[in-house]
């Protein structure tokens, strides 16, 4: 039985070429995060990371917002496309206090 437990086992895992694509323009990002809350107990990282991905859903979701606004053309279209540019440039503004490691600012 003792020689059985000293077995290691080696999985090669292939990830398609896109992911792996993906990860390298994410990398830098997370690397930069994570040198931002270096000192922090890893929970706070954690939050960091978890709050920024939150934050980049709702930039990538702004501009689809719009667009869709634009084409279905509801009333009161400017006061629309004006929240929506607010949520947008406060997201830009909470993800640079975020990379510059305040994370209680951020999330205020």
Do not use: H
Not at 17 to 42: K, N
């Amino acid at each position: 039985m003792a020689a059985a437990s000293s077995w290691v086992v080696a999985v090669q895992v292939c990830y398609p070429p896109q992911l792996i694509e993906m990860l390298r323009l994410v990398a830098p990002l997370l690397s930069r995060l994570d040198s931002a809350y270096r000192d922090q107990p890893f929970f706070v990282g954690l939050k960091a990371r978890l709050l920024g991905a939150i934050t980049l859903l709702v930039l990538i979701f702004v501009p689809f917002n719009i667009a869709k606004t634009l084409w279905v053309m509801p009333p009161a279209l400017l006061p629309r496309i004006g929240v929506n540019l607010i949520i947008g440039f406060s997201a830009l503004i909470f993800l640079r206090s975020l990379f510059r490691g305040n994370l209680e600012r951020a999330g205020n």
